[in-house]
């Protein structure tokens, strides 16, 4: 098998994931991972619901979905790239890792630095996440919680 493969395995197949921003459900949707290229690439794609009445015109007008990733391995630096695109023509590069039950997702951006922790289950049924976000890389505030539960 594979590093990549076995390196991102354990995210395959569909999950339902729900975010949830200061307490309160903002989001209810899923997302699958499949191999592409024999195992060379993993892509994932997302959907969600449409916004709740009560979910704030800020998050809503923000949701990005539906979403397309592929995700890649380099050989020589021993790490993945996330190539990022979304319903709002967004278009972004991110580095990614997926090793010993962490899963972590950033991205230098000037003005909007992201980054990404979800711990895998020991049972591999659900991941339990979050999203940060900083302007200037240095003070890092919470975006919102995501859950994962395998589909």
């Known amino acids: 098998m594979s590093e990549v493969r076995r390196r991102l395995g354990p995210l395959l197949g569909m999950w339902n ?3 949830t921003a200061n307490g309160k459900v903002v989001m209810r949707g899923w997302t699958s991972f499949a191999w592409a290229d024999d195992g060379e ?7 969600a619901d449409p916004p709740g009445d009560d979910v704030s015109d800020d998050w809503a007008g ?31 590069v991110y580095g990614m890792d997926l090793d010993a039950g962490t899963w972590r997702i950033w991205r230098a951006a000037e003005g909007f630095n992201q980054r990404f922790t979800g711990t895998l289950a ?14 200037d890389g240095l003070t890092w505030a919470k975006d919102f919680d995501m859950s994962y539960t395998r589909g």
């Open 17 to 19: 994931v729900t975010a």
């Open 122 to 135: 020991a049972d591999g049924k659900n991941i339990t996440a979050s999203w940060e976000m900083s302007q």
């Open 62 to 92: 923000h949701s990005p979905f539906p979403t397309t990733s592929v995700i890649g391995f380099d050989d020589t630096t021993r790490t993945f790239t996330m190539l990022y695109s979304d319903a709002r023509g967004v278009l972004r």
């Open 41 to 47: 690439f993993l892509v994932q794609r997302s959907d």
